[in-house]
């Protein structure tokens, strides 16, 4: 049965750190492009970053570029995004996608003092 199970979420203070990871299972991890979306309240859900199966970055959202980072270890089956400088608009719920219209259940990342 195919899973993507993000975690890593949490409460951090603006100009703080958080790296969420997406432990996938199920399938071979190496066969696929990865990407990483998030959803603010109210908001449509956008594309933050995308890497490619070799570990080749496609796509940072100019929103986040300079600032998160994408990263892959496939043979542990894991994706990773690190997120620095976090500001009060990356508050989201942010998910890991597979194409093929996978998700996984998402990890609330909330940005405040």
């Known amino acids: 049965q195919l899973q993507l199970v993000e975690s890593g979420g949490g409460l951090v203070q603006p100009g703080g750190s958080l790296r969420l990871s997406c432990e996938a299972s199920?399938?071979?991890?190496?066969?696929?492009?990865m990407r990483w979306y998030r959803q603010a309240p109210g908001k449509e859900r956008e594309l933050v970053a995308s890497i490619g199966s070799t570990g080749i970055i496609m796509y940072y959202a100019d929103s986040v570029k300079g600032r998160f980072t994408i990263s892959r270890d496939n043979d542990k089956n894991m994706v990773y995004l690190q997120m620095n400088k976090l500001i009060p608009e990356d508050t989201a719920v942010y998910y890991c996608?597979?194409?093929?219209?996978?998700w996984g259940q998402g990890t609330q990342v909330t940005v405040s003092s």
């Open positions: 199920g399938f071979t991890l190496d066969n696929y492009a």
């Open positions: 996608y597979r194409p093929g219209n996978y």
